[in-house]
């Protein structure tokens, strides 16, 4: 059973001609990390948008093709049961950081799922001791690195423990330093067993993939 598998994917947002995504298939395999290249508007972040589900409950449009997550249809999964298989983290952490604090931030995702307090509080210490920064628990994101602010970005995702992450061009807001630290951060959960999809367009930061899948090329 495949993590990913993608079967003729054919997207076309609302009120645009063409498609963004045109029979678009890959499978990716259980802890296997998987760089997406393209050129600009390719459909690199329409294609992580399918994989969690935002297309088309958030972004309309004509969407054809299956895609199955661990083995599952996404049309036949519930929005608890995608956000649990699937995270996704964005370019600009900034647009997923709204808390006043870290802990709030961290808590909010397994408190909207119903999960016991106690559960997530153990959650918040695991996680925090994974990204280095358990000092900085009851600081407030906005103040925060833009490193430090993807790192919690990232934490946040990984509190409703996916089993697949998707990182969107996560790299691109931050310096060098920061980046040493994510991609450290992604080799240790794919240690772990994670299955990760990175989208990027510098080759440095994707030189942990396992394997490079090109979109827009026939």
Same mark, same amino acid.
């Given at each position: ?72 249809? =996404?049309? /036949?999964?519930?929005?608890?049961? +995608? ?5 996704? *983290?964005?370019? @600009?952490?900034?647009? &997923? $950081? ?67 992450? =998707?990182? /969107?061009?996560?790299?691109?807001? +931050? ?5 040493? *630290?994510?991609? @450290?951060?992604?080799? &240790? $959960? ?29």
């Amino acid at each position: 059973m495949y993590s990913i598998e993608v079967r003729n994917l054919s997207f076309k947002y609302k009120n645009m001609e063409a498609n963004v995504l045109n029979q678009v298939n890959f499978q990716v395999k259980p802890g296997e990390t998987v760089a997406i290249v393209g050129k600009s508007g390719s459909g690199k972040s329409t294609l992580c948008n399918c994989l969690c589900g935002l297309i088309p409950k958030v972004y309309p449009g004509e969407l054809s093709g299956d895609i199955f997550i661990n083995g599952k249809n =996404i049309k /036949d999964l519930s929005h608890a049961e +995608i956000v649990t298989s699937i995270g996704i *983290i964005f370019q @600009n952490p900034s647009t &997923q $950081l709204f808390s006043p604090t870290i802990e709030d931030e961290l808590a909010f995702g397994p408190e909207n799922l119903c999960v016991d307090r106690e559960e997530i509080g153990s959650r918040i210490e695991k996680i925090l001791k994974v990204i280095n920064m358990e000092e900085y628990r009851y600081h407030n994101p906005n103040h925060l690195s833009g490193g430090q602010q993807q790192l919690v970005a990232i934490a946040s995702v990984l509190m409703l423990n996916p089993s697949i992450l =998707i990182c /969107d061009e996560i790299m691109s807001w +931050i310096d060098r330093e920061g980046k040493e *630290i994510i991609k @450290n951060l992604l080799l &240790q $959960l794919k240690e772990e067993g994670k299955t990760i999809i990175l989208v990027d367009h510098e080759a440095e930061n994707i030189q942990i993939a396992d394997r490079i899948i090109q979109l827009g090329e026939k």
